[in-house]
């Protein structure tokens, strides 16, 4: 039966209701099935809707500091804890880049610090980071120290020279890597020398600036205690090379250039 056809039985059969052509016009698409297709659409739309706005609550609650970068859903491990702790309740830095000459800089992000912990994102550009493939001239083999079987200590932030050197380490065919980059020291210290070791930390690579996060969870007592803490990162360049000749793995004695520090200050969140 074509539309026509079906209008006309309506205007027919419902003349004594008195409806209007707009109710007439609904029934049709009801019987078209457009109405329901509406319907469908608005709950997709709706449910769009929740979707992005949930993302946005989500967003507020993590706050806009670099921990929730690393806060990974349904994870209740002590440490993602740590992190969504850190992501909502953090104190944004003012502090400005810390330059390294030519070489880079870095910039605290935002720090976190309660009675158990303490923790800091920061940024990092490095100017002049290399991770390249490399094979040793015969005088810089004589200077290398050959490593005991299965000690393998080549890292580097490039996945992709990561892979190829530990697909050749397993398959027994020689490989090489040269690294430069800027690393943090392990130590960090108060402004009154006490010691701080981490515990954890993490990275994430974007737009060649490194993201990274540090959880010292093992403080002493005098450092838990205070309400607010000045403690200085240390930073160095690091240059080492590896080597694999198909049986056994050498290394290069480190080269490591002067020290570089930045510093800032945590201020103990309010208990909730």
């Not at 804890?81 to 880079?104: M, R, Y």
């Not at 490593?147 to 380490?169: A, V």
């Not at 360049?237 to 002067?258: H, N």
Request: proline residues 3%; negative net charge; aromatic residues 10%.
């Amino acid at each position: 039966m074509k539309n026509d056809d079906i209008r006309t039985v309506i205007d027919t059969r419902l003349a004594d209701l008195h409806g209007t052509s707009a109710s007439k016009e609904r029934i049709l698409q009801h019987l078209r099935g457009e109405k329901f297709m509406k319907k469908k659409m608005k709950m997709v739309a709706i449910a769009a809707l929740v979707m992005v706005l949930a993302l946005m609550i989500t967003a507020i609650a993590i706050g806009n500091n670099l921990f929730g970068l690393f806060v990974e859903n349904n994870n209740d491990s002590e440490l993602n804890t740590a992190l969504k702790d850190a992501a909502k309740n953090a104190v944004l830095s003012t502090n400005e880049p810390v330059s390294f000459h030519d070489e880079g800089w870095v910039q605290i992000d935002s720090t976190f610090f309660d009675d158990q912990k303490l923790m800091v994102a920061y940024k990092l550009k490095d100017n002049a980071n290399i991770a390249e493939k490399w094979q040793p001239t015969a005088d810089e083999l004589q200077r290398m120290v050959p490593l005991p079987k299965g000690q393998l200590l080549f890292f580097t932030r490039h996945d992709d020279i990561n892979s190829e050197f530990y697909k050749s380490y397993e398959a027994g065919k020689p490989c090489g890597v040269h690294i430069t980059e800027i690393e943090r020291r392990d130590h960090a210290y108060t402004d009154d020398g006490i010691d701080l070791v981490f515990t954890d930390d993490g990275f994430k690579i974007q737009n060649g600036i490194l993201l990274n996060y540090v959880l010292f969870d093992e403080l002493p007592e005098e450092v838990r205690k205070r309400d607010s803490v000045n403690v200085a990162l240390r930073f160095s360049r690091y240059e080492y090379w590896t080597w694999f000749d198909g049986k056994t793995l050498y290394e290069m004695p480190q080269s490591k250039s002067k020290v570089f520090t930045v510093e800032f200050t945590a201020t103990k969140a309010k208990s909730r």
